[in-house]
């Protein structure tokens, strides 16, 4: 079986790594990177730290508008399929290079295998949203992360080859946080370009979503929450938000606040495990949060991950100074035991799936 996979931003590149790994002992997969992550630090280094095969293609696409940057995958990973011919097209998640790869692939009619299909925010202002309910109902298979998002598949009548599977991203984290050193954690570069004198204490922001910074008023309430708290935060900025967020900083002197450059997925997992408290706006770090047992605090108007938001592990919060340290402050209490993102074998789950594919087709 030939599997053309679709990737073209950081958490996904996570995902694909523990599912490629599999993958390849039974199918040939031709790796295509759209381009969406160009930077060294947001694409590179996931590749180089997580041993993920160079891709056969890279088509050099992004930034521009939502429409410019799909419209432009559309066109250019229509003619890789065309030319490829593969068995199915596999995407991962809610981004701009899932969408554009599904919708290549279906009207190819050729199979597109979804992973973390069925979440919902329940609000089409969500960019994301738009591209994850676009590509659950062009999908002929649908690999399911939770019991929530699989409800949300049976009420738009997509139950019907949907598996849930558990989450890749569990997956990854399991095998990773337990092989960490203590280099990965201290390989921190701030944006001066110098190291990162790593504090003993320390809170862990992530902060990219369009909604939080695209105007300075909601980046300046989430930072200045960070800064009045009793350890210094170590905040890595994607670079849509880097010029706001160094002028934020200094106009405001918000020096308990350490702005970095973005960090591998190594880094990443060993500041979840070391940090007092995690603030985030990705869908991803507040998984990992709830893996490695930490209080977040997700800053969104909607709840995303449903599963994570149980005693206080996870909390929802405005842009708000003053909600965000509220949710802060209180205490969590969740049994360690409580585990809704399966038993770290996912990966083998979503294989078999799209493994099976081929057989139903023989079948047929
Ligand atoms: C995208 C995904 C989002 C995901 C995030 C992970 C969509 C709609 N959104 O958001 O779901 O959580 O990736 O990080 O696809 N840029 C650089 N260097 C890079 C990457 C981006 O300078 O390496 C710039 C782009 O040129 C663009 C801006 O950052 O101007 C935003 O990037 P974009 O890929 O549009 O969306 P993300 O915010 O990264």
């Known amino acids: 079986m030939k599997i053309l996979t679709v990737l073209g931003a950081r958490p996904q590149f996570v995902k694909a790594n523990v599912i490629s790994r599999i993958l390849r002992q039974q199918a040939r997969e ?3 990177h759209t381009g969406q992550h160009y930077d060294y ?4 280094i996931f590749f180089k730290e997580l041993g993920i095969p160079e891709p056969d293609y890279n088509l050099g696409i992004s930034g521009g508008s939502h429409g410019q940057m799909t419209g432009k995958m559309l066109i250019a990973i229509e003619e890789v399929i065309q030319k490829e011919k593969p068995d199915a097209v596999l995407v991962y998640g809610d981004t701009n290079s899932t969408l554009a790869a599904a919708l290549a692939a279906v009207k190819l009619h050729v199979p597109v295998c979804h992973v973390e299909a069925g979440n919902r925010l329940g609000t089409l202002s969500n960019p994301e949203e738009v591209n994850r309910i676009c590509t659950d109902h062009i999908s002929t298979l649908r690999l399911v992360c939770t019991e929530s998002a699989m409800k949300f598949l049976e009420k738009e009548g997509l139950a019907e080859q949907s598996i849930l599977t558990g989450d890749p991203m569990y997956d990854a984290f399991v095998y990773y946080a337990s092989r960490l050193t203590d280099s990965d954690r201290k390989n921190v570069t701030g944006l001066d370009g110098k190291t990162v004198h790593m504090p003993e204490s320390f809170y862990y922001l992530t902060c990219h979503r369009q909604e939080n910074t695209d105007t300075d008023e909601k980046l300046f309430q989430i930072l ?17 938000n880097h010029d706001r967020a160094l002028r934020i900083c200094e106009k405001n002197k918000l020096a308990n606040v350490i702005l970095t450059q973005p960090v591998g997925y190594l880094t990443s ?10 603030v985030t706006d990705s869908g991803g770090l507040q998984r990992e949060a709830f893996f490695g047992q930490k209080q977040c605090v997700f800053v969104l108007d909607y709840v995303v991950w449903p599963e994570t938001m149980v005693g206080n592990r996870n909390q929802l919060a405005k842009p708000d ?6 949710k802060l402050s209180a205490q969590q209490h969740v049994d360690p035991s409580y585990m809704p993102f399966g038993d770290g074998h996912a990966a083998e789950k979503i294989c078999q799936a799209i493994l099976s594919l081929e057989q139903q087709k023989k079948a047929d």
Do not use: F, Q
């Open 41 to 44: 630090n947001m694409s590179d």
């Open 321 to 326: 100074k003053g909600d965000i340290l509220s």
């Open 30 to 32: 031709v790796l295509v």
């Open 224 to 240: 200045s929450a960070m800064n009045s708290l009793d350890a210094p935060t170590i905040y890595p900025v994607h670079p849509r």
């Open 269 to 278: 997992i060993s500041l979840v495990n070391g940090a007092k408290k995690i």
